[in-house]
């Protein structure tokens, strides 16, 4: 909430309070500039405070103290041009300033203001003023003086808002004459006032989708602005917000269809320019910002019968398919696909797509029975498999299945020292066969999952054992990333594996050819979401069983006078918990961190492993010689490509647990980020913690 939302500054434009009052006031937060160890955030909130209140009360600061606001606007003026940017990088959708010029909100709103001032004061006509037909009467008003207001310092609980950078999607020359009005300049304040009142009305109005669009529409200053435009573009920005969307991400989605449907003429064609637009601007956009455009793009499509001008975009399918505009189609219309049926999407695709669809969702089961007699003797675990599928489906005891995988033969070189302790081969035989019995639906997988977890878990019994497990369930579903993200979530729930392996798996060397597809990622994001909703469950029972024990021994300190209250102080103390338990919750809880803790190590340990050794190999950035060929400079590119995308997924890691990650900022100092670390990962690292300096 602003300042402009919470106290009335058109008390000052109506004579109801002095403007002196007012510059008090803004002094009284301004003052926190000048507080030493006070982090850049609190001080960012309470400039963007004062320059958000501005528009509405400037005009009149400057017929009546103009000399107090020059002052005020110098000392704000100090402030930005002295500010921190080593969060721009951090927060911004773009990769860098080709598109357009990197600046978060307060940079922003500063250079509006500025704008403002120079033009007198005058907002243009986008502030409601009713109060100007009654300036003569007005005039007359006693005014009053505001109490002096104490800003408290800062405290370690204080949460401030997180700075954020703007995302501009429309260019002045982008908007025609026939859109109506034109697009406000960057700097304007008419475009930072349009901008506040249609946040408004989508934050007020956005759980009702219906509503929310018809409010929209109906702003009262969209003679003024191509409001279609501003609609599309601020409700990108809401999507594309780093870490995380401001509101899930089906709400954008639906939203969008209703305004279509209201306005069928006109919002449907400012919608697929919007998407042409940042289609053609992939190649600059960050890895996340592409994520959240393909969820949305292709619950957008499935909506409207996945209808779209695709040969449009054919041009890109002379690139390489590993690029920015082939792959986000690739990862669309796999994302489609999860919304309806293989066959619908290869009938509605051009031809010339095929190469970037997505295979037939079926299971590849290495131990296929159609094998003749010679293969079989050739290769005992086809004919252990026979026996499992059996015996599995003959509902075996847990004892006759391991007595038949006994007969499975161990690798004669194991890979690693955790292959000595379990028979990787073992463990393949019997998750191949149980995963092509149950392959039928989701529920089948997820009953056979939960019915074996214990025999599952005696085969994986180590962290390399549990990586394997995970292999092979992606060997067996490749061509299925949906079951795949789903089993591996059955799989973690079951605590078949634990979250550091499915990290481990993550970053293995089986999965590098991968490493950049949008399930992996979806993947290691929900267990580090799954592993912070334990911790969070498991710390508010061990508050909720600490709270009924702290209260029983109050209610035993209490003075107690007779024997009937006596009586119900026992009852009371027979069901608190005791010592015991408390400590076993606590001892529970002191797990969870550890776990947790353990979880984010091996992940930034890993991502350090793998942007160092693409370093020593590549180096940081492409160096063109006149020798090499075409090839060779692609190659580089391609190569300078993956470690940017590589940076771009750590940082989103660091942002989308930042309140987790803070709490082992020493540990990750002392053991991972440490001068010596390779300088992209150190890089990133540091301008995380310097955003919360």
Not at 24 to 49: G, H, P
Not at 241 to 249: G, K
Not at 355 to 382: C, G, Q, T, W
Not at 600 to 619: D, M, N, P, T, Y
Request: glycine residues 2%; negative net charge; hydrophobic residues 40%.
């Amino acid at each position: 909430m602003y300042l402009s939302d919470c106290v009335p500054f058109n008390l000052s434009n109506c004579g109801v309070i002095t403007a002196s009052t007012v510059v008090t006031f803004f002094d009284s937060f301004l003052d926190s500039l000048d507080e030493d160890n006070t982090s850049q955030r609190r001080k960012d909130a309470l400039v963007y405070i004062c320059l958000s209140s501005l528009p509405w009360c400037g005009r009149k600061l400057y017929n009546d103290e103009s000399a107090e606001l020059s002052r005020l606007m110098k000392t704000i003026g100090e402030y930005v041009a002295q500010r921190n940017h080593d969060h721009y990088t951090l927060l911004s959708n773009w990769r860098s300033e080709k598109e357009q010029r990197m600046e978060d909100n307060v940079e922003s709103l500063w250079g509006q203001i500025k704008n403002l001032s120079k033009n007198n004061w005058d907002d243009e006509g986008f502030i409601l003023r009713p109060y100007i037909g009654f300036e003569g009467i007005l005039a007359e008003a006693t005014r009053q003086n505001l109490p002096r207001f104490l800003l408290p310092p800062h405290e370690e609980q204080f949460v401030y808002p997180k700075p954020y950078m703007l995302f501009r999607l429309f260019q002045m020359d982008e908007v025609g004459e026939e859109d109506g009005a034109p697009l406000p300049s960057n700097d304007s304040i008419g475009r930072f006032i349009v901008e506040e009142n249609l946040t408004t009305l989508f934050f007020t109005f956005y759980r009702e989708r219906k509503e929310c669009a018809v409010r929209l529409l109906s702003y009262s200053n969209k003679s003024k602005v191509p409001i279609y435009h501003m609609i599309v573009e601020i409700m990108f920005s809401f999507a594309f917000r780093i870490p995380e969307p401001i509101v899930q991400d089906i709400c954008f989605a639906t939203i969008f269809i209703e305004l279509c449907k209201l306005q069928p003429q006109f919002m449907p064609q400012v919608l697929a320019l919007a998407t042409e637009l940042i289609f053609e601007k992939l190649d600059n956009i960050t890895r996340p910002t592409a994520d959240r455009f393909t969820n949305w793009f292709a619950h957008h499509l499935s909506n409207f019968q996945f209808r779209w001008s695709w040969d449009e975009w054919a041009d890109c399918l002379q690139q390489d398919l590993e690029s920015a505009r082939p792959a986000f189609i690739r990862e669309v219309l796999e994302k489609c696909r999860r919304l309806c049926y293989h066959q619908r999407i290869n009938e509605t695709v051009p031809q010339d797509f095929e190469p970037l669809l997505p295979n037939e969702p079926v299971i590849r089961f290495k131990y296929r029975h159609d094998e003749d007699e010679e293969e079989m003797s050739e290769n005992p675990a086809v004919a252990c498999s026979r026996k499992l599928e059996y015996a599995i489906r003959s509902k075996a005891q847990a004892d006759e299945i391991l007595d038949i995988l006994k007969d499975v033969p161990k690798p004669t070189e194991p890979e690693n020292d955790d292959d000595k302790d379990y028979n990787p081969n073992a463990l393949d035989v019997f998750l191949q066969t149980l995963m092509f019995i149950a392959s039928k639906t989701f529920s089948h997988s997820f009953a056979a999952l939960s019915k074996y977890h214990t025999m599952l878990k005696r085969l994986a019994r180590n962290e390399g054992a549990k990586v394997k497990l995970l292999q092979i369930l992606y060997d067996m579903w490749k061509d299925h990333p949906q079951m795949i993200v789903v089993l591996i979530d059955k799989c973690i729930r079951a605590q078949i594996v634990d979250p550091a392996s499915v990290a481990q798996w993550v970053f293995s060397v089986d999965m590098a050819h991968h490493f950049h597809r949008y399930f992996v990622w979806e993947i290691l994001h929900g267990t580090i979401f799954k592993m912070k909703v334990h911790v969070e469950r498991v710390a508010d029972e061990y508050e909720s069983i600490k709270s009924r024990l702290d209260q029983a021994a109050i209610k035993q300190e209490e003075g107690i006078e007779g024997d009937e209250t006596q009586g119900m102080m026992d009852s009371y103390a027979a069901f608190a918990p005791s010592e015991s338990e408390v400590e076993t919750f606590r001892e529970k809880l002191e797990n969870a961190k550890i776990e947790q803790k353990n979880l984010f190590l091996v992940i930034f340990q890993r991502f350090i492993g793998v942007i160092s050794e693409h370093v020593a190999k590549h180096g940081l950035a492409v160096e063109e010689d006149e020798m090499m060929d075409s090839q060779e400079i692609a190659v580089q590119g391609k190569n300078a490509i993956w470690l940017q995308c590589t940076c771009e997924r750590l940082k989103e890691v660091f942002l989308r647990n930042e309140s987790a990650v803070l709490g082992y900022d020493k540990q990750l100092s002392e053991l991972l980020f440490t001068p010596d670390t390779v300088a992209p990962a150190l890089n990133v690292f540091t301008q995380f913690r310097k955003l919360h300096a």
